[in-house]
């Protein structure tokens, strides 16, 4: 089974600009999460989708968004783009039922200059 | 959310074993216990979960006490490979994927 596919796989954007990231997630698994890591603050938790809702939300502002489409694959989106937002991007999914681990794709690195 | 404190940094040689310990006070009785092994510019990899007592898988073995208070993680016979992060997360069963990862552990293997 093909794992989570994440493009593109390294960005550079600059600041102000918006960018747009993608996430296939393993075949079957309705959930998504997105995540972002900087070497300052670790993983942190931005949002998960099941079934093309937003279920869980971590504390990022309104910038951040992302949907989820009808076969499970989804977008992250961030807009007027920060130095700050440079930073590893990855993608999990699950099957999204209780007990469930995540299965994490490669990631997407974003580079703001 | 229960928080999570683990030992920054561990030290290791090849075909020791190695046991991280993640302590979790707060553990709910719904929260089940998830460990992940993360490597330089890449995602985490799902090592092993459980929920209370021993459970075991083809790399590792995961140890909940009675209370549930703390886990540990037991590596058999590490090699160079196993040089990684590794996290250990507590989450809700109705929240699963509302994860919070801490600074998780900096395990470095010696030859």
């Known amino acids: 089974k093909a794992g989570v596919t994440q493009t593109p796989r390294y960005l550079i954007k600059t600041r102000g600009q918006q960018v747009t990231l993608s996430c296939s997630p393993i075949?079957?698994?309705?959930?998504v999460s997105w995540y972002q890591q900087t070497p300052g603050q670790g993983l942190q938790f931005l949002f998960e989708?099941?079934?093309?809702?937003?279920?869980n939300k971590g504390n990022f502002p309104g910038r951040f968004s992302g949907r989820q489409f009808s076969n499970s694959r989804s977008e992250m989106n961030v807009s007027t783009l920060e130095l700050g937002d440079s930073a590893l991007y990855l993608c999990?999914?699950?099957?999204?039922?209780?007990?469930?681990?995540?299965?994490f794709g490669p990631g997407t690195r974003l580079l703001v200059l | 959310l229960a928080k999570t404190t683990q030992p920054i940094s561990m030290d290791s040689y090849e075909g020791q074993e190695v046991n991280i310990t993640c302590s979790h006070n707060?553990?709910?009785?719904?929260?089940?216990i998830t460990w992940y092994q993360q490597f330089p510019s890449q995602g985490p990899r799902f090592i092993i979960q459980?929920?209370?007592t021993k459970v075991t898988n083809e790399v590792a073995s995961l140890f909940i006490p009675a209370d549930r208070k703390s886990s540990t993680l037991s590596l058999p016979r590490v090699s160079l490979s196993d040089t990684a992060v590794y996290y250990c997360l507590v989450g809700d069963r109705d929240n699963n994927n509302d994860m919070r990862f801490g600074a998780g552990t900096r395990l470095t293997v010696k030859p």
């Open positions: 707060n553990i709910a009785t719904n929260d089940y």
């Open positions: 459980g929920y209370k």
């Open positions: 989708y099941f079934s093309e809702t937003q279920r």
């Open positions: 075949s079957g698994h309705r959930s």
């Open positions: 999990a999914s699950s099957l999204g039922t209780a007990g469930e681990a995540q299965y």
